[in-house]
Structures are given as C-alpha cells and as structure tokens.
C-alpha cells in the first residue's frame, strides 16, 4: 500500500533525509489521509519570492544549494525504481531554520506507482533470509515516467536559476515608460 512505499522511501539511508516521514495515516471512505510533521519553512514557490532581494552572489549560492539537494534527492528516489509524477514548486520544501538550508521533497502522490513495485521491493523486504533474486523492471513505462519527472525538474530549477534576473527586468522595465503611458 501507499504508506508502506513512503516508509520504505523514508527509510531508506539514500533518500532519508530528503523525505519529510508519515507520522501516521487513517483510512476513511476509500482515500488514505496522511499525518506529516509540522515543517518549518517555505515551499520552493515562496522561497523564491525572498531570494529576490538577496546579492547576486548570495542569490547564486542558496540556489546552486537547492539546486544540489533536489538533485541528489530526486535521483536517489529514482534509483529506487520510482518516480515522483507531480514535481513541482510547492512540493518542494526549504527549512530556513538551519545554517544548512535544508532541502526536502514532499512525497504523498504515489498511487501512480508501477504495480510490480510492491512485488519486487516491499516484499523481498519482508522475507528475511531468502536468496537474492534479480530485481525485475518495475514497469515497462518506468523510465517513460522518469523522462518526464527529469523535464519537469529541469524547467522548475530553470526558472529558480532566472527567477531574480527576469523579476528585476521586469521590474526595470515596468520603470520605463513611454511617451503614450
């Protein structure tokens, strides 16, 4: 099920400290709600908005840093044999209360997974002591899904890179006016 693949993702040593951890889940009329700890932070979309006025060199290092954390975490997810389908501004978390800026994904949509993950992952996992056998493809669509999770990242960490630069000029030219304004 659905939570058993986020605890496997959240304790997992190569994505553990990209995931934010269910604290605890209920099921009720067919949908799962999940409980997540309080975080302390903005998402990517308004994080972005406050690195606007920092200096250009500022501005380059925090973003080279997400930059590096969403990487690492986003690929370490994939070599899971899973994808995350819905990356995007809001899904991505910053905790501005640490010297470190740490960088987490919010991980929730997962009903999309391949359905032979949870035959070949969650259940080897259960059987201890069993030979290893070679892990078979997830799904023929996989990497169809990982392509895609890849342009969706590309273009969001894009924009981050130009956020500043296009927010001043727009602001610059908004300045501007013409003889008709």
Do not use: C
């Amino acid at each position: 099920n659905s939570v058993e693949l986020l605890n496997y993702i959240y304790y997992n040593k190569s994505t553990k400290d990209y995931i934010i951890p269910i604290l605890d889940h209920k099921t009720y009329d067919g949908f799962i709600y999940l409980i997540f700890p309080y975080y302390k932070g903005y998402n990517l979309e308004q994080f972005k908005k406050n690195l606007v006025n920092l200096e250009t060199g500022q501005y380059k290092t925090i973003v080279k840093h997400i930059i590096k954390k969403v990487l690492q975490g986003i690929s370490n997810i994939h070599q899971l044999g899973i994808y995350y389908g819905n990356i995007n501004e809001r899904n991505i978390l910053v905790n501005t209360n640490n010297k470190k800026l740490k960088v987490n994904v919010k991980f929730f949509n997962i009903s999309n997974q391949p359905h032979n993950f949870y035959k070949t992952n969650l259940s080897q996992k259960k059987k201890k002591g069993s030979k290893k056998t070679k892990k078979s493809n997830p799904s023929s669509n996989l990497n169809t899904h990982i392509k895609t999770d890849i342009k969706d990242l590309a273009s969001l960490l894009l924009d981050l890179i130009a956020y500043k630069y296009l927010d001043e000029h727009n602001n610059t030219s908004r300045k501007k006016k013409g003889i008709l304004d």
